[in-house]
């Protein structure tokens, strides 16, 4: 039977799992350590072997004991070492220099700029002596990120050379983690982009990138910018949306993406789209399940074929039109401690009624809302148009009610 080896899978990439079963293959999972194997991983019996998954020789000894077919990434921290290792034994793979580029923000905006592709004025920050000097570059009101994270980790605004300081000193005295990973806390300063956010969601096929559906994204307030809500397919006026996807794709191209799937972040400005950040891996925060809803399109069953060297991997999606709208939205709570929910079984009657979780804060204290892990559930839901989905997630939201415990101790 064909074997792909899936390192790290979280969020989105705990979908390959099932998605390989699918296509008649199956799917072992390489971690660092057994706690970040989800319980429903381990609810479903994935096999999985645990060893030091930031090293190529590692993962792909492990995959050659395997006899695996495929080397896919679970996350976006993986997508570096799945290349490296597929690369050692021959098997499909992105070139590891396309998957490097495309995890530092930095590199890659000064690559696509010398393409001739917007981007973000952006400087970098290695020190806190160069804080001075990348403000003067990139002027105010800006973004601070670090320049490998993911997840929103330490993504501010800023609008004042103090505001700056603070936010760059925090994000380098505690450096950006990410479901247990550890990244640098070298620092990127770029201009804040007017206008509303979008991801494209697309794949890599022998003809070059595609972009297969547009998705609508919630923010939460200012200074971070936490997904609080995500809409398929996007309410974007045609003309907009063709460029929108004609910049990802060329963008995508010029990255050296020539496998996979991809996830990328745009803001639509009044001069264009801009990129803010290009993943090769699936997007999180349910995009994936949108898409298959509204479109009949699996895109983690289009990574898998991909990864196994399918050159057409959607071969029938121009027979796939769209079939609904759908759309998720998370919550997070006003208080400082999460005790409790009701009302769910009324949510899971309400129509198109797809989903409905709260996360397992109960008993501890709720994150602050600066990055995802600082909301508390999530609802979603399908509809026939845009106007009678939002009215459908906006009762399930009224219909949760959450009470907030604060500790005044």
Do not use: W
Request: proline share 5%; charged share 20%.
């Amino acid at each position: 039977m064909t074997a792909v080896i899936v390192i790290e899978p979280r969020s989105a990439g705990t979908a390959l799992i099932a998605a390989a079963a699918r296509l008649g293959a199956t799917a072992h999972i390489l971690s660092t350590n057994e706690s970040r194997v989800s319980r429903e991983l381990h609810a479903a019996a994935a096999p999985y072997t645990l060893i030091d998954t930031a090293s190529p020789n590692a993962v792909a000894a492990a995959a050659c004991a395997i006899g695996a077919d495929a080397v896919v990434p679970g996350c976006e921290y993986a997508t570096g070492v799945a290349a490296e290792a597929a690369t050692l034994l021959g098997l499909p793979h992105l070139q590891p220099e396309a998957a490097a580029l495309a995890r530092d923000k930095y590199l890659s905006r000064l690559h696509l700029a010398d393409a001739g592709l917007a981007v973000p004025v952006t400087a970098l920050i290695t020190h806190r002596r160069d804080i001075i000097t990348a403000a003067l570059q990139v002027g105010f009101p800006a973004v601070v990120k670090p320049v490998r994270s993911c997840g929103g980790a330490h993504v501010t605004y800023v609008n004042s050379l103090a505001q700056l300081q603070l936010a760059a000193e925090r994000a380098m005295r505690y450096g950006a983690f990410d479901s247990a990973h550890e990244t640098s806390n070298v620092l990127l300063l770029e201009q804040y982009l007017e206008g509303p956010e979008y991801s494209a969601e697309g794949y890599v096929s022998e003809r070059g990138p595609r972009v297969v559906s547009v998705t609508e994204r919630l923010l939460s307030a200012e200074p971070y910018f936490v997904e609080m809500g995500q809409f398929v397919e996007a309410s974007l006026a045609a003309e907009h949306r063709a460029a929108l996807v004609a910049y990802v794709e060329r963008t995508a191209a010029q990255m050296g993406l020539t496998l996979g799937v991809f996830h990328a972040k745009v803001r639509m400005t009044r001069d264009g789209p801009v990129l803010i950040k290009l993943a090769a891996c699936l997007g999180g925060h349910r995009i994936y399940r949108l898409v298959e809803l509204s479109r009949s399109i699996s895109l983690p069953e289009i990574a898998i074929r991909s990864h196994l060297g399918d050159p057409e991997p959607a071969a029938t999606i121009n027979t796939t039109p769209a079939r609904c709208v759908s759309g998720v939205r998370f919550l997070a709570p006003l208080g400082e401690r999460f005790a409790g929910s009701a009302v769910v079984e009324r949510v899971r009657a309400m129509p198109g009624f797809q989903e409905v979780e709260v996360y397992s804060h109960i008993g501890r204290t709720v994150p602050q809302l600066a990055t995802a892990t600082g909301r508390i559930g999530h609802v979603l839901f399908t509809a026939s148009d845009r106007p009678t989905l939002d009215l459908r997630l906006a009762e399930a939201l009224r219909a949760l009610r959450f009470r907030h415990v604060h500790n005044d101790t």
